[in-house]
């Protein structure tokens, strides 16, 4: 069966995060007030597995093993069955 994958990769609490700070920055220049930004980034994929269950720990040992570094991220794994 297929499934769709998203996965959410965010930086960990207390990792500087240049390019929110920069955004951050750049609002206030625009007279925009804003507090707490973050950036996070999405990567979405179809697979092929078994189950749900299996999907969800291959895309889980993907992301262990390259799509984010799991000292400096937190990530969020959505799987979904596939509408192909």
Known sequence: MKYDAEVKISLKKGMLN???ST???ALALLGYDVEG???IKIIKFTLEEKDEKL???EVDDMCQRLLCNPVIHDYE???T???E
Do not use: D, V
């Open 18 to 20: 240049p390019e929110a």
């Open 23 to 25: 955004t951050q920055r």
């Open 37 to 39: 930004t973050a950036t």
């Open 55 to 57: 999907a969800r720990e």
């Open 77 to 79: 794994i959505n799987i």
């Open 81 to 83: 069955p596939s509408n």
